[in-house]
């Protein structure tokens, strides 16, 4: 999916929710602000695939949507506690991993 479509469907998302929020079942608005935030996300997220804030924001936007979905949002659960604390754990192993290949590439095997 392209950018030009992810912001169409979260334009529809946003439009969907905010304005009839009052004719939509109980608990709709916060699942459907989530996937908006969600949406916008994923788009800074493939502009920007290098920076840390863009991912950090992606995860946890996508957290946010889970929870809504998923588990009680009225509350501040372990999963969300644990998923905060990780993800920059998980961002260093994957730049710790890209900047070993290209050395590898750059040095060993020129």
């Known amino acids: 999916m392209t950018v030009n479509k992810i912001l169409w469907v979260a334009t529809i998302v946003s439009i969907a929710t905010f304005l009839f929020w009052r004719y939509l079942p109980e608990g709709s608005f916060y699942v459907g602000s989530a996937l ?3 949406l916008m996300a994923v788009v800074i997220f493939i502009q920007n695939k290098r920076m840390f804030i863009s991912f950090y924001l992606l995860c946890i936007s996508f957290n946010n949507l889970l929870d809504e979905l998923l588990f009680n ?20 192993i994957k730049t710790y991993r890209t900047c070993l290949i290209d050395w590898y590439r750059t040095n060993i095997l020129n």
């Open 73 to 92: 949002p009225k509350e501040l659960g372990t999963n969300e506690i644990i998923f905060a604390l990780i993800l920059p754990i998980f961002w260093l």
């Open 36 to 38: 908006f935030i969600f």
